[in-house]
């Protein structure tokens, strides 16, 4: 399954470009070509195993949860 | 693959790795991706010396994509007078991926072969395994595929001893020994010459740096009798703050650097003579 929070966007408040590219929506950057692989779960990459990003987000999330019970 | 060699006045190959796997047009938007784009940085890299072009496929959104290594190679066939192919089988995808870097129709006259896998992120190691390796190896050896040897660090010069014991590889033994952060070996002029003293006899060496040190130990290699690869993918910028407008800027000002030292560039049949590619 694609990372939920990845995105194909084809500017930003720094770049525009005539296609489209991927765009993380937690660094809220474009990702390098390398990390789109892991953003889209190809090859045997997993985005909630093996993208740090995507995991730290995870974590303060269920950190704030914690913090609310 | 000595000092005396350059005084003897060896030629120096230039290669040009115009585009990788690892940067996007959001890092530098001169960066080319694009078939097209691509071809048309290789023919000026060839027009100003590049002998070898190291050759990577992006898909329409910048991401790699190794199927797109045929449109790649047509666009520069199309493009080049002569200029010699070698294909990426490196990188982080599958061997099924990564095998088509030497299954483009023709197969390439080169590809390149990690010696080992390297680490990206936090989470991720490359798959070079020895099995991986030697099967790519013995494919290379059987369609004549000369193969650069891709010596991230020490330990990778290891697997290149090991990998000649198998038979699998031709003299001269072509490495190209890499510099830079992470799984590289550590950038300094002492470890290139420390480099350098282990390499295997009958081999030629091809030297790669990475970011800032693209310059001075690029500079330092043909003054020990090795090559030169230069390259957008290596490094973004001409210097510091300023990026790169093209990879033929960092090609012109490698070519310059080897005039002064009163070296010459091989052409790509020189370089074919010299890898014993023919």
Do not use: W
């Not at chain 1, 993380?24 to 789109?36: D, G, H, I, L, Q």
């Not at chain 2, 000595?2 to 290669?15: A, F, N, P, R, W």
């Not at chain 2, 796997?21 to 001169?30: R, T, Y």
């Amino acid at each position: 399954m694609t990372c939920p929070r990845l995105e194909y966007r084809s500017s930003d408040e720094e770049h525009t470009f005539d296609h489209e590219r991927p765009y993380c929506t937690v660094m809220n950057e474009f990702v390098s070509p390398m990390r789109a692989d892991v953003c889209n779960d190809r090859f045997e990459f997993s985005h909630d195993a093996d993208c740090e990003v995507y995991r730290s987000m995870v974590e303060s999330s269920t950190a704030i949860e914690a913090d609310d019970d | 693959m000595s000092y005396q060699e350059y005084v003897d006045g060896k030629k120096v190959i230039l290669t040009v790795a115009t585009t990788g796997g690892v940067h996007g047009k959001d890092a530098n938007p001169n960066l080319p991706e694009q078939p097209d784009e691509i071809a048309e940085q290789v023919r000026e890299c060839e027009e100003l010396g590049a002998a070898i072009v190291h050759v990577h496929g992006r898909d329409e959104h910048g991401e790699n994509n190794a199927r797109r290594l045929q449109e790649v190679n047509d666009a520069i066939r199309d493009r080049c007078d002569d200029i010699i192919i070698q294909n990426t089988t490196g990188g982080q995808s599958t061997m099924e991926e990564r095998i088509e870097g030497i299954r483009t129709d023709p197969t390439p006259e080169m590809a390149s072969l990690d010696m080992g896998p390297f680490n990206r992120g936090q989470h991720i190691i490359t798959e070079h395994n020895r099995h991986n390796i030697e099967l790519l190896a013995r494919e290379m050896k059987e369609q004549g595929i000369k193969p650069e040897l891709e010596v991230f660090n020490n330990g990778h010069l290891n697997e290149v001893y090991r990998l000649i014991e198998t038979g699998l590889l031709e003299e001269p033994y072509y490495i190209n020994i890499i510099f830079g952060s992470g799984t590289f070996s550590i950038p300094s002029p002492e470890n290139v010459m420390n480099m350098v003293r282990n390499l295997p006899e009958n081999s030629e060496f091809n030297l790669l740096a990475t970011g800032r040190h693209q310059l001075p130990l690029t500079t330092l290699s043909p003054i020990l009798g090795g090559h030169v690869r230069v390259g957008m993918e290596d490094n973004l910028y001409y210097r510091r703050g300023e990026p790169v407008r093209s990879n033929a800027q960092l090609v012109e000002r490698s070519a310059a650097i080897i005039d002064r030292l009163d070296a010459d560039l091989a052409t790509p049949d020189d370089a074919r003579e010299m890898l014993g590619m023919r």
